[in-house]
């Protein structure tokens, strides 16, 4: 899947690496799992205040502030651990995240664009909750038909998660990737009601 | 109890040197620096007791000839020379420099297609290099006023600064000569300064979280934040608001109004230009207190209600509202979440803002500090903590990046990496292959914005992937990696997997200036002679140097044990003698920074596995219930 303007070029190497400038490097390599990170069990369920105190706890500790005063090797690493720490907090706060990543750890590729769902009448049902996406602007009471719309599909969206966590449970990973495909639906669409609201509103 | 850590935190390892860290509110109108004595923020002042530093320089054909009040009387008398409010075209290319352009009297040559420079007496002037002049201005009241050299700034910066405006910023510390200790964002400033993490610790009926909006209106800018206050950790939820927009454009309202009673056409030459801005501005201040206003330009007379300066400047007052319902909304909190309201900058003594505001939240906001200092207070108190004088164990600072990075896609589209408001630092990476047959170089475009079209977004960078074998199409697999630092500063490398062809490239906005450039802007400058540079470039390198050597040795001493290997461990001897070696020996500083580099690299992977060790341990033997009791 390449996306890039391609330029054509003669080979050679480059390399501008140096001191004084802005570099990076890869992340740091933790054998922890995320789950691990915040000594939390792998599961799909997640104590959300626990989480915040464990991140709060992580980040006081490894932030770069807290090495300003360091060296450069020491600098550099705490950027890259309080990077780590902050994707493993945004990974396991989001529902769809954290059964991806569930997903993942069970060398289950659950990513975006990977897997479509081949449920026919939830696809038919997707393409009629976009129509009613779209027509919102003109209804007569645009955040009204808006709110219908957003309450709707986040009770779809808990219904998916519960599935997710039954299927998951009982190792069922082919319905639990089905049925993360479906809270991709529902989390795009979710996003889509907040931005179209955001734009009335600046209208 | 990190492992990593060889002093307790927040204490220098020699206690009785204590360090000299400034902040700095580098502002579009006035600037100012402040420091911390007793435990107290306090803004520093120069000979004359005044607090506020114009942000403006004066250049005559030597160069600046001064910069502050005194370069400010020039404002009337030579305008094209007297250089006000570059804050704005930091980090701006000429194009948005155009759609403002108008309301600065400058002369712009663009070169290159970077940052605009203004044309002036003395040559072509970088916004850069001005802001240069008011950092080492203020630096040098800091430094008369310590009786030594400055170790350390923060420096302030809007949060709604992309990263090119960022970097410009960083640019004209270097260019002055000051250590930046950290970029902070204004309003995460103004929060310190007003103590609400104290608040917290010291009354037990404090609720367990509060919800802070610091909505701050400068002279050019404005910007809304919504934090989270918990148990001493500032969270920036979101971020908003408009780099072109301040009270300024309050002023520039009334004094277009002006030219229409007065009856001048829209081509007003400079002079004309700044007599309407200078008497706009005191009608606005003079409203403050008084229901209207009598007025005099040339021959014509007339008066200013309150009521028709509100008429004015409301369109403008709402467009900063609306931001704050979109950070509002961003952050998922409805206005009433809001425990506390915060007003920051100049602009929000004009009563009328704060009425909206209030309005807006449903609560008075807090305004017991003064609005033009608490940026500054708030930046020295975060200074005082990194330079390493006070433990700032109970309050750290988590921040967000506030407009989207992402990369351009076939079509012109973009293709967005890293969302606006995730929490910084961050680092993502991404994996492309190529597209043709034998394809040998990929070129990637990365942007910053919200929106669809990359031509509509901020251009950051541009660089080539080159040194790609040929292969069939889709075979290689190029990952390229980002990461944004806590400053909100962005670089990015590439990597081949299959052949391993590396490009690690800096992230110099396409704004920016290059660094060949800083320096020979550093050579040409008159406070820093050239052999100055050198002394001081060595002896950063040097005590960078002994804190390597320190820092390693007291690490192998604890952990070299557990985690290194006889030979890994006679490596790390060898190259920590070798660098003790060059330290002595050598007074070229570069050497020693190439010296200070390798011994990095040798480090690297026993830092890393320091840190992995130490993550695993930090949550270990805590129960629950003690880390959310904190």
Same mark, same amino acid.
Request: proline share 3%; aromatic share 6%; with cysteine.
């Given at each position: 899947?390449?996306?890039?303007n391609?330029?054509?070029?003669?080979? !050679?190497?480059?390399?501008?690496?140096?001191?004084?400038?802005?570099?990076?490097?890869?992340?740091?390599?933790?054998? !922890?799992?995320?789950?691990?990170?915040? !000594?939390?069990?792998?599961?799909?369920?997640?104590?959300?205040?626990?989480?915040?105190?464990?991140?709060?706890?992580?980040?006081?500790?490894?932030?770069?502030?807290?090495?300003?005063?360091?060296?450069?090797?020491?600098?550099?690493?705490?950027?890259?651990?309080?990077?780590?720490?902050?994707?493993?907090?945004d990974?396991?706060?989001?529902?769809?995240?954290?059964?991806?990543?569930?997903?993942?750890?069970?060398?289950?590729?659950? !990513?975006?664009?990977?897997?479509?769902?081949?449920?026919?009448?939830?696809?038919?049902?997707?393409?009629?909750?976009?129509?009613?996406?779209?027509?919102?602007?003109?209804?007569?009471?645009?955040?009204?038909?808006l709110?219908?719309?957003?309450s709707?599909?986040?009770?779809?969206y808990?219904?998916?998660?519960?599935?997710f966590?039954?299927?998951?449970?009982?190792?069922?990973?082919?319905?639990?990737?089905n049925?993360?495909?479906?809270?991709?639906?529902?989390?795009k669409?979710?996003?889509?009601?907040?931005?179209?609201?955001?734009?009335?509103?600046?209208? | 109890?990190?492992?990593?850590?060889?002093?307790?935190?927040?204490?220098?390892?020699?206690?009785?040197?204590?360090?000299?860290?400034?902040?700095?509110?580098?502002g579009?109108?006035?600037?100012?620096?402040?420091?911390?004595r007793?435990?107290?923020?306090?803004?520093l002042?120069?000979?004359?007791?005044?607090?506020?530093?114009p942000?403006?320089?004066?250049?005559?054909?030597?160069?600046?000839?001064?910069?502050?009040?005194?370069?400010?009387?020039?404002?009337?008398?030579?305008?094209?020379?007297?250089?006000?409010?570059?804050?704005? =075209?930091?980090?701006?290319?000429?194009?948005?420099?155009?759609?403002?352009?108008?309301?600065?009297?400058?002369?712009?040559?663009?070169?290159?297609?970077?940052?605009?420079?203004?044309?002036?007496?003395?040559?072509?002037?970088?916004p850069?290099?001005?802001?240069?002049?008011?950092?080492?201005?203020?630096? #040098?009241?800091?430094?008369?006023?310590?009786?030594?050299?400055?170790?350390?700034?923060?420096?302030?910066v809007?949060?709604?600064?992309?990263?090119?405006?960022?970097?410009a910023?960083?640019?004209?510390?270097?260019?002055?000569?000051i250590?930046?200790?950290?970029?902070?964002?204004?309003?995460?400033?103004?929060?310190?300064?007003?103590g609400?993490?104290?608040v917290?610790?010291?009354?037990?009926?404090? $609720?367990?979280?509060? /919800?802070?909006?610091?909505?701050?209106?400068?002279?050019g800018?404005?910007?809304?934040?919504?934090?989270?206050?918990?148990?001493?950790?500032?969270?920036?939820l979101?971020?908003?608001?408009?780099?072109a927009?301040?009270?300024?454009?309050?002023?520039?309202?009334?004094?277009?109004?002006?030219?229409?009673?007065?009856?001048?056409?829209?081509?007003?030459? $400079?002079?004309?230009?700044?007599?309407?801005?200078?008497?706009?501005?005191?009608?606005?201040?003079e409203?403050?207190?008084?229901?209207?206003v009598?007025?005099?330009?040339?021959?014509?007379?007339?008066?200013?209600?309150?009521?028709?300066?509100?008429?004015?400047?409301?369109?403008l007052?709402?467009?900063?509202?609306? @931001?704050?319902?979109?950070?509002?909304?961003? @952050?998922?909190?409805?206005?009433?979440?809001?425990?506390?309201?915060?007003?920051?900058?100049?602009s929000?003594?004009?009563?009328?803002v704060?009425?909206? &505001?209030?309005?807006?939240?449903?609560?008075? $906001?807090?305004?017991?500090?003064d609005?033009d200092?608490v940026?500054?207070?708030?930046?020295?108190?975060?200074?005082?903590?990194?330079?390493?004088?006070?433990?700032?164990?109970?309050?750290?600072?988590?921040?967000?990046?506030?407009?989207?990075?992402?990369?351009?896609t076939?079509?012109? =589209?973009?293709?967005?990496?890293?969302?606006?408001?995730?929490?910084?630092?961050?680092?993502?990476?991404?994996?492309?292959?190529?597209?043709?047959? #034998?394809?040998?170089a990929?070129?990637?475009?990365?942007?910053?914005?919200?929106?669809?079209?990359?031509?509509?977004?901020?251009?950051?960078?541009?660089?080539?992937?080159?040194?790609?074998?040929?292969?069939? @199409?889709?075979?290689?697999?190029?990952?390229?990696?980002?990461?944004?630092?806590?400053?909100?500063?962005?670089?990015?490398?590439?990597?081949?997997?299959?052949?391993?062809?590396?490009?690690?490239?800096? &992230?110099?906005?396409?704004?920016? /200036?290059?660094e060949?450039?800083i320096?020979?802007?550093?050579?040409?400058?008159?406070?820093?002679?050239?052999?100055?540079?050198?002394?001081?470039?060595?002896?950063?390198?040097?005590?960078?140097?002994?804190?390597?050597?320190?820092?390693?040795?007291?690490?192998?001493?604890?952990?070299?044990?557990?985690?290194?290997?006889d030979?890994?461990?006679?490596?790390?001897?060898?190259?920590?003698?070798?660098?003790?070696? &060059?330290?002595?020996?050598? /007074?070229?500083?570069?050497?020693?920074?190439?010296?200070?580099?390798?011994?990095?690299?040798?480090?690297?992977?026993?830092?890393?596995?320091?840190?992995?060790?130490?993550?695993?341990?930090?949550?270990a033997?805590?129960?629950?219930?003690?880390?959310?009791?904190?």
């Open positions: 899947m390449l996306k890039m391609v330029v054509a070029a003669k080979a !050679s190497t480059f390399n501008r690496s140096g001191a004084g400038t802005r570099q990076v490097d890869d992340p740091v390599k933790l054998s !922890s799992d995320f789950f691990e990170i915040f !000594s939390i069990p792998v599961a799909w369920q997640v104590e959300r205040s626990h989480l915040d105190a464990m991140y709060r706890k992580l980040q006081q500790e490894f932030h770069p502030d807290r090495y300003a005063s360091k060296g450069t090797v020491e600098k550099r690493l705490a950027v890259q651990t309080a990077s780590l720490i902050n994707q493993a907090y990974t396991l706060k989001s529902p769809l995240k954290r059964a991806q990543y569930l997903l993942e750890l069970k060398q289950i590729d659950a !990513s975006q664009d990977s897997h479509i769902t081949s449920d026919g009448a939830f696809l038919m049902q997707q393409i009629e909750l976009r129509e009613a996406l779209s027509e919102a602007p003109n209804a007569a009471d645009p955040f009204a038909a709110d219908g719309l957003r709707g599909v986040e009770s779809a808990s219904q998916q998660q519960m599935d966590q039954a299927e998951y449970q009982c190792d069922n990973y082919d319905d639990a990737l049925s993360v495909a479906k809270m991709q639906f529902s989390a669409l979710l996003y889509e009601i907040e931005q179209l609201e955001a734009d009335l509103e600046d209208q | 109890m990190a492992l990593l850590q060889i002093s307790e935190p927040g204490h220098s390892p020699q206690p009785h040197q204590r360090k000299h860290a400034v902040g700095i509110d580098l579009t109108t006035n600037s100012l620096v402040a420091t911390v007793s435990g107290m923020a306090e803004v002042t120069d000979e004359q007791g005044r607090e506020l530093l942000s403006v320089a004066h250049y005559t054909a030597d160069g600046v000839s001064c910069v502050g009040y005194e370069a400010a009387e020039h404002n009337v008398s030579d305008p094209l020379n007297t250089l006000a409010s570059v804050k704005r =075209l930091m980090g701006r290319g000429l194009a948005d420099v155009k759609t403002f352009g108008d309301q600065l009297p400058y002369e712009f040559a663009a070169d290159d297609g970077g940052m605009p420079k203004i044309k002036t007496v003395a040559g072509l002037v970088s850069i290099q001005v802001s240069a002049e008011i950092l080492r201005k203020l630096a #040098g009241r800091a430094e008369i006023s310590f009786g030594s050299m400055l170790d350390g700034a923060v420096i302030t809007p949060a709604y600064f992309d990263d090119a405006q960022r970097q910023t960083k640019d004209a510390a270097t260019l002055a000569g250590k930046v200790l950290r970029l902070l964002n204004e309003p995460t400033a103004a929060a310190i300064a007003y609400l993490d104290q917290e610790a010291e009354t037990d009926t404090a $609720p367990q979280e509060r /919800i802070i909006a610091i909505y701050d209106l400068g002279g800018t404005f910007d809304i934040s919504i934090l989270r206050l918990s148990k001493g950790v500032f969270e920036v979101a971020t908003g608001g408009d780099s927009l301040g009270g300024d454009d309050f002023d520039h309202a009334i004094a277009n109004w002006l030219r229409v009673q007065v009856g001048m056409d829209e081509d007003l030459n $400079p002079i004309e230009q700044r007599i309407l801005l200078e008497t706009a501005k005191s009608a606005k201040e409203l403050t207190d008084s229901e209207q009598e007025l005099e330009i040339l021959d014509w007379k007339g008066t200013l209600t309150r009521t028709l300066m509100h008429s004015l400047i409301d369109g007052i709402d467009k900063t509202l609306r @931001a704050c319902k979109r950070s509002l909304r961003d @952050a998922g909190l409805e206005n009433l979440d809001i425990s506390n309201v915060i007003l920051v900058g100049g929000t003594r004009t009563p009328r704060g009425e909206k &505001v209030a309005e807006l939240f449903g609560k008075q $906001p807090l305004c017991s500090l609005p200092k940026v500054a207070m708030g930046a020295a108190l975060q200074a005082e903590v990194l330079v390493g004088n006070k433990s700032g164990d109970d309050m750290l600072l988590l921040d967000v990046i506030p407009l989207s990075l992402g990369i351009e076939m079509g012109g =589209l973009i293709e967005k990496i890293i969302h606006r408001n995730t929490t910084i630092p961050v680092a993502k990476a991404q994996e492309f292959t190529t597209f043709k047959d #034998g394809q040998t990929m070129a990637i475009h990365i942007l910053q914005g919200e929106r669809e079209l990359a031509s509509d977004c901020r251009s950051l960078s541009r660089f080539e992937l080159r040194g790609i074998p040929p292969m069939v @199409a889709g075979a290689a697999k190029i990952r390229v990696a980002y990461q944004v630092d806590a400053d909100g500063l962005l670089s990015v490398s590439a990597r081949e997997l299959t052949s391993n062809v590396e490009a690690r490239i800096e &992230v110099r906005p396409s704004y920016g /200036i290059g060949e450039e320096t020979s802007m550093l050579q040409d400058s008159f406070s820093h002679a050239r052999d100055d540079m050198q002394a001081r470039a060595l002896r950063e390198q040097q005590v960078e140097a002994d804190r390597m050597i320190e820092d390693l040795l007291a690490a192998i001493y604890k952990d070299g044990d557990a985690l290194l290997s030979d890994e461990r006679r490596c790390l001897k060898v190259a920590i003698q070798e660098l003790r070696e &060059v330290r002595e020996s050598t /007074i070229e500083h570069r050497v020693l920074a190439r010296q200070i580099e390798s011994v990095a690299k040798a480090s690297e992977e026993f830092a890393a596995r320091r840190m992995d060790a130490s993550i695993k341990s930090a949550l033997g805590h129960s629950l219930d003690e880390i959310e009791k904190g």
